[in-house]
T-cell receptor, first 112, second 113 residues
Framework: DAGVIQSPRHEVTEMGQEVTLRCKPI?????LFWYRQTMMRGLELLIY????????DSGMPEDRFSAKMPNASFSTLKIQPSEPRDSAVYFC??????????FGSGTRLTVV | AQSVTQLDSQVPVFEEAPVELRCNYS??????LFWYVQYPNQGLQLLLK??????LVESINGFEAEFNKSQTSFHLRKPSVHISDTAEYFC???????????FGKGTMLLVSP
C-alpha cells in the first residue's frame, strides 16, 4: 500500500496563474478530504467527498477554488487565479469514520 | 459543532523526562478521538485513536492517551521522551455519525538533550 499520493510535492507559481494539485487516495477508502495548513490558521478542511460525490465544500475559501473527484482513485484541487495568500501546504487525506484519516505528504504551494 | 482545544502551543522537555500534551473537546455526545503526529515537512500520521471500550489507548511507540468523559479531555502522555519524538502533535475529534475530523491547533513538542 503506497498510501495517499499527492503531486507535486512543491509548486511555485506566479500570481494569477492556475494551479492544480493532485491526489490519489488509498484504494477502498470511500472518503476523501482536502485540507490547507498555514501557521496562522492551522489545519482547515476545504472540502470532502464520499464515494466521489462532494458532500461539504463550505470550507472552500472562494470561487477561485474548485475540487473534483472524477473517479475513486483521483481527485484534483484547482486554484484559478492564484494569489499570494493561497500559499500554504495542501493535504489530501482518505479514510472513513472509524478508521481515522490517512494523510498524504502534502503539496507546498508558494504563490509569488 | 465540535471544537478541539490544545492549550499549549509548545512544550519543551528534556530527553527521558515524562510529558503530557493536553487536549479538550467541546461535546460529550458520542465522540471519536484521535492524536496525530506531524514530523517536519511531512503529512500527519495517526498516532492513536479512541472509538469505544477501554478509556486508555496506547500507540506502538510508547505514547498513551486517556479518554475522560467527565472532563471532556483526551490528554496524550509518554513516560520518557526521546529526541526523535520532537514533532507537532494534533488532537482531533469526530462526532459519531459524522465523517469530518475537527483538529486542534497543534502542540509542538521540543525534546532537548
Amino acid at each position: 500500500d503506497a498510501g495517499v499520493i499527492q503531486s507535486p510535492r512543491h509548486e511555485v507559481t506566479e500570481m494569477g496563474q492556475e494551479v492544480t494539485l493532485r491526489c490519489k487516495p488509498i484504494s477502498g477508502h470511500d472518503y476523501l478530504f482536502w485540507y490547507r495548513q498555514t501557521m496562522m490558521r492551522g489545519l482547515e478542511l476545504l472540502i470532502y467527498f464520499n464515494n466521489n460525490v462532494p458532500i461539504d465544500d463550505s470550507g472552500m475559501p472562494e470561487d477561485r477554488f474548485s475540487a473534483k473527484m472524477p473517479n475513486a482513485s483521483f481527485s484534483t484541487l484547482k486554484i484559478q487565479p492564484s494569489e499570494p495568500r493561497d500559499s500554504a501546504v495542501y493535504f489530501c487525506a482518505s479514510g472513513g469514520r472509524t478508521h481515522g484519516y490517512t494523510f498524504g505528504s502534502g503539496t507546498r504551494l508558494t504563490v509569488v | 459543532a465540535q471544537s478541539v482545544t490544545q492549550l499549549d502551543s509548545q512544550v519543551p522537555v528534556f530527553e527521558e523526562a515524562p510529558v503530557e500534551l493536553r487536549c479538550n473537546y467541546s461535546s460529550s455526545v458520542s465522540v471519536y478521538l484521535f492524536w496525530y503526529v506531524q514530523y517536519p515537512n511531512q503529512g500527519l500520521q495517526l498516532l492513536l485513536k479512541y472509538l469505544s471500550g477501554s478509556t486508555l489507548v496506547e500507540s506502538i511507540n510508547g505514547f498513551e492517551a486517556e479518554f475522560n468523559k467527565s472532563q471532556t479531555s483526551f490528554h496524550l502522555r509518554k513516560p520518557s521522551v526521546h529526541i526523535s519524538d520532537t514533532a507537532e502533535y494534533f488532537c482531533a475529534a469526530m462526532n459519531s455519525g459524522y465523517s469530518t475530523l475537527t483538529f486542534g491547533k497543534g502542540t509542538m513538542l521540543l525534546v532537548s538533550p
